[in-house]
């Protein structure tokens, strides 16, 4: 079992809708990051979260450190928000990012 | 752009040749990191600098796999004799006291 769980691996929606993509860890950390990779590898980080929620435009990211479980959530989905999402948990002592798996977004116009 | 640069972006090289790649962070962050990610996975870390000092290396850093980051400002990644297995997108990071921002990534392919 990989210290971070992400799901759905894939993900389709039509244009305008809710996206949820849920994040659960097993190890201790200091703070979570939720990234977005587009094709071509690039990574772009969206939030840095320890506690509570943040949020930046449509992108509202949620942390419950007792249940260990981050959600992003995008609000009014557009095509160009069609990438792969990445939770990945600083652990806690150390540097070191452990990444999940990631999530496929793809929204249809 | 995150302003953390790495080059080249794209890299092919003959099994059993060395390659270098090199990023380079902005200057605010005196942490930078090396992942590598194979395709449908999540990147993996491989390795970590604060400023000059390289202070953690995971196992997946053989002992072909070589870090520096002579003056805490930009780092090199080389690895020598290329397997096959090597080949992936090796990314770095640079973090300062916030967030970490990433580079496009080499993507390294050993034909």
């Known amino acids: 079992k990989n210290e971070v769980e992400q799901s759905p691996q894939n993900l389709t929606a039509q244009e305008g809708e809710f996206i949820t993509i849920n994040c659960s860890y097993s190890v201790g950390i200091s703070a979570l990051h939720w990234l977005q990779q587009h094709p071509g590898g690039g990574i772009v980080s969206l939030f840095m979260?320890?506690?509570g929620k943040k949020k930046h435009g449509r992108l509202i990211a949620t942390i419950n450190i007792q249940e260990k479980h981050s959600s992003l959530h995008i609000t009014a989905s557009h095509p160009r928000d069609s990438a792969v999402y990445i939770c990945?948990?600083?652990?806690?002592?150390?540097?070191?990012?452990?990444f999940g798996k990631g999530t496929k977004l793809t929204v249809n116009p | 752009d995150t302003g953390v640069s790495q080059n080249p972006r794209h890299k092919i090289t003959k099994r059993g040749q060395n390659v270098t790649f090199r990023c380079d962070p902005i200057s605010e962050h005196n942490r930078l990191y090396w992942y590598r990610q194979t395709l449908g996975q999540g990147p993996e870390f491989l390795t970590y600098?604060?400023?000059?000092?390289?202070?953690?290396k995971s196992r997946l850093l053989s002992d072909r796999f070589s870090a520096e980051r002579p003056k805490g400002s930009f780092s090199t990644l080389e690895i020598q004799r290329t397997e096959q297995g090597d080949s992936a997108m090796y990314l770095c990071a640079g973090k300062g006291e916030g967030s970490a921002f990433f580079g496009q990534g080499t993507r390294l392919t050993v034909v």
């Open positions: 979260l320890s506690s």
């Open positions: 600098f604060q400023n000059e000092a390289q202070l953690e």
């Open positions: 990945a948990a600083l652990q806690g002592g150390s540097e070191k990012l452990v």
